[in-house]
């Protein structure tokens, strides 16, 4: 069920991040909300299955970002592992900390597919306001993160039935009628 609402979720995100957050930009920074769906599967599966996320996330953004083939399947592989290194030993729960992880893990990831598909003189030149602008846009998304786990949060303990139950039917037909 989890990778189901994932899966939504990131549909969902990929038409506001297509067509409002061009729109929402603040001091030259916008969030990049289709990683934030990476961060909430690291979150929320706390298994191997965000490797399968970082492979999607990345298709979506070679997709809509013109890269180099493989580069955001191959940086968001290393990040996620990264990532889910330190969030297996540091057993992350607090808000605090998840904000801390989606802020770093957005700094990483944006500075550097910049500087991965872009790799030539100017942008080694600019490296300062390509550092200042990937922490804006890492802070806009963490602080968007932080905002979303909170109000799914917020969610979960309103709703009465709990999604992480099975809703597949688990009793057995005995038939009365075979002795």
């Known amino acids: 069920m989890k990778f189901f609402c994932l899966l939504l979720l990131c549909y969902l995100f990929l038409i506001v991040q297509i067509s409002f957050v061009p729109d929402a930009i603040?001091?030259?920074?916008?969030?990049?909300?289709?990683?934030?769906?990476l961060c909430f599967g690291l979150f929320w599966h706390r298994d191997t299955k965000i490797f399968?996320?970082?492979?999607?996330?990345g298709l979506i953004c070679e997709t809509f970002d013109s890269?180099?083939?493989?580069?955001?399947?191959?940086l968001l592989t290393c990040l996620s592992w990264i990532a889910y290194r330190i969030q297996t030993h540091f057993e992350i729960r607090s808000l605090l900390s998840r904000f801390i992880l989606i802020a770093v893990t957005a700094f990483l990831f944006d500075g550097f597919f910049q500087v991965l598909n872009q790799w030539d003189a100017k942008v080694l030149s600019d490296l300062s306001t390509l550092a200042q602008q990937s922490a804006g846009n890492a802070l806009y998304t963490?602080?968007?993160?932080?905002g979303l786990l909170m109000a799914f949060n917020t969610i979960w303990r309103l709703i009465p039935v709990g999604l992480q139950q099975n809703l597949g039917n688990k009793t057995v037909y005995n038939s009365r009628f075979t002795h």
């Open 26 to 37: 603040v001091a030259d920074s916008r969030p990049n909300l289709i990683l934030l769906i």
């Open 52 to 57: 399968l996320w970082a492979i999607i996330i």
């Open 67 to 74: 890269s180099i083939p493989g580069m955001g399947i191959l």
């Open 142 to 146: 963490a602080v968007v993160g932080a």
